[in-house]
T-cell receptor, first 109, second 117 residues
Framework: DAKTTQPNSMESNEEEPVHLPCNHSTISGTDYIHWYRQLPSQGPEYVIHGLTSNVNNRMASLAIAEDRKSSTLILHRATLRDAAVYYCILRDKNEKLTFGTGTRLTIIP | DGGITQSPKYLFRKEGQNVTLSCEQNLNHDAMYWYRQDPGQGLRLIYYSQIVNDFQKGDIAEGYSVSREKKESFPLTVTSAQKNPTAFYLC????????????????FGDGTRLSIL
C-alpha cells in the first residue's frame, strides 16, 4: 500500500480553522484519499474522502493538490469536540484500511 | 438510528478459553470487517466479508475465526490459539457498489476491549 506521512501532533485554538496536512508522494492513479478520526476508546469515524477534486461535506473540506501527492483536511471552525487523532489513508483496490499513527489534534479553549 | 453495535464493551478471557465478540449492523451493508488495535497503534485487519456465507483472511487472521450466516451479523471468535489477544477490537461495515467496497467509507462500532485474566 502507498504510504502517507502526517505530523505527529498539532494544536489549534477553538473557533479557528485547522489545516491538517498529509503527504502521499507515492500515490497511484486509482488511490482514493480517505480521512478518519478517532477519539479515545471509540471506533474511528469517517470524515471525508476524495480522488482528484476538492470535496466538501458537513464535517470538513478536503483539498487535494493538483499532482495528488499531498492533501489537506480543513476543519473550518474547530470546536473542543474536534480534538482527536486524525488519520489520512490511501485506498486502492484493497479492502482494508491501513492506518498509520495519525495526527493528534489538540484544541485550545 | 442505523449503526453498528458491538458487544460486550469489555471482555475477559481465561487461558485456553475461546471467546466470541458480537457485531451487528442495521445499515443494510454488504461488507463487514474486523480490526485489531493495540495501544498507540493503527488498525490491523483480521477478517472481512463481502457477502453472506463468504469471508477472507486479513493480515493477522491466525488465532481468530469468523462466520457470516446473516447479512447483519459478523461475529469474531478469539481462540485459545491466539497467544496475545489483549487488544481493542473494532468491527466496521460498508456498502458495495458495482461489486466492490474499497472506495466506500467504513462505519465503525465502538469496539470491544479484550483482556486476559
Amino acid at each position: 500500500d502507498a504510504k502517507t506521512t502526517q505530523p505527529n501532533s498539532m494544536e489549534s485554538n477553538e473557533e479557528e480553522p485547522v489545516h491538517l496536512p498529509c503527504n502521499h508522494s507515492t500515490i497511484s492513479g486509482t488511490d482514493y484519499i480517505h480521512w478518519y478520526r478517532q477519539l479515545p476508546s471509540q471506533g474511528p469515524e469517517y470524515v471525508i474522502h476524495g480522488l482528484t477534486s476538492n470535496v466538501n461535506n458537513r464535517m470538513a473540506s478536503l483539498a487535494i493538490a493538483e499532482d495528488r501527492k499531498s492533501s489537506t483536511l480543513i476543519l473550518h471552525r474547530a470546536t473542543l469536540r474536534d480534538a482527536a487523532v486524525y488519520y489520512c489513508i490511501l485506498r486502492d483496490k484493497n479492502e482494508k484500511l491501513t492506518f498509520g499513527t495519525g495526527t493528534r489534534l489538540t484544541i485550545i479553549p | 438510528d442505523g449503526g453498528i453495535t458491538q458487544s460486550p464493551k469489555y471482555l475477559f478471557r481465561k487461558e485456553g478459553q475461546n471467546v466470541t465478540l458480537s457485531c451487528e449492523q442495521n445499515l443494510n451493508h454488504d461488507a463487514m470487517y474486523w480490526y485489531r488495535q493495540d495501544p498507540g497503534q493503527g488498525l490491523r485487519l483480521i477478517y472481512y466479508s463481502q457477502i453472506v456465507n463468504d469471508f477472507q483472511k486479513g493480515d493477522i487472521a491466525e488465532g481468530y475465526s469468523v462466520s457470516r450466516e446473516k447479512k447483519e451479523s459478523f461475529p469474531l471468535t478469539v481462540t485459545s490459539a491466539q497467544k496475545n489477544p489483549t487488544a481493542f477490537y473494532l468491527c466496521a461495515s460498508s456498502i458495495r457498489t458495482a461489486g466492490v467496497s474499497f472506495h466506500q467509507p467504513q462505519h465503525f462500532g465502538d469496539g470491544t476491549r479484550l483482556s486476559i485474566l
